[in-house]
C-alpha cells in the first residue's frame, strides 16, 4: 500500500472512531441528562446538589469515557490530516445522532431536519472525494 493509500486509510479509521465515540457519547449524555432533570434552581445548594446527581449517574460517566476517546481519537487525526478536510468529514456523525436520536431517545426528527442531515451527508461526500492533507510533508 502506497504512503498516500495508507495515510487516507489511517484518517478514514480514526474518522470512523471520531464519529461513532462523538455521536454515542452525545446521545448516552443526552439520557443521562433527562434522566437527572431539569435544574430548578440556581440557588447554589440547589444547583451543587443537582450537579452531584449528574456526576453521580453511571450513563454520564460513560458519556464522558466515549467523549473522551472522541477527543483522543480527533487529537490523533489532527496530527496529520487538516482540519479543513477532518472537521467535515466528521459531520457525518450529525447522520449518526439524529438516527440514534430517533431510534434509542424515541426522539421525533422532522422532515426538515431530514433534510438538512441528507444536505451534510452531501458535503461529507464532497469533503471524502478529496486528499485528507494537503502538505505532503507531513
Not at 480514526?14 to 464519529?19: D, G, I, P, Q
Not at 443526552?30 to 446527581?53: C, D, E, L, N
Not at 431510534?103 to 485528507?132: D, K, M, N, Y
Request: charged share 10%; proline share 3%.
Amino acid at each position: 500500500m502506497s504512503e498516500s493509500k495508507g495515510q487516507r486509510a489511517k484518517t478514514l479509521i480514526l474518522l470512523a472512531f471520531m464519529v461513532t465515540f462523538g455521536s454515542s457519547g452525545d446521545v448516552m449524555l443526552s439520557q443521562g441528562m433527562k434522566r437527572v432533570g431539569q435544574i430548578h434552581s440556581w440557588a447554589p445548594t440547589a444547583a451543587i446538589a443537582y450537579f452531584a446527581r449528574a456526576f453521580g449517574s453511571g450513563t454520564i460517566w460513560l458519556a464522558i469515557g466515549l467523549l473522551m476517546l472522541f477527543l483522543l481519537s480527533y487529537m490523533l487525526v489532527l496530527s496529520w490530516a487538516d482540519f479543513s478536510y477532518v472537521s467535515p468529514a466528521s459531520a457525518i456523525g450529525y447522520v449518526l445522532v439524529a438516527l440514534m436520536g430517533y431510534f434509542f431517545l424515541g426522539e421525533h426528527v422532522p422532515v426538515t431536519r431530514w433534510i438538512g442531515v441528507s444536505l451534510i451527508c452531501a458535503g461529507v461526500f464532497v469533503v471524502g472525494g478529496t486528499q485528507p492533507t494537503t502538505n505532503q510533508n507531513r
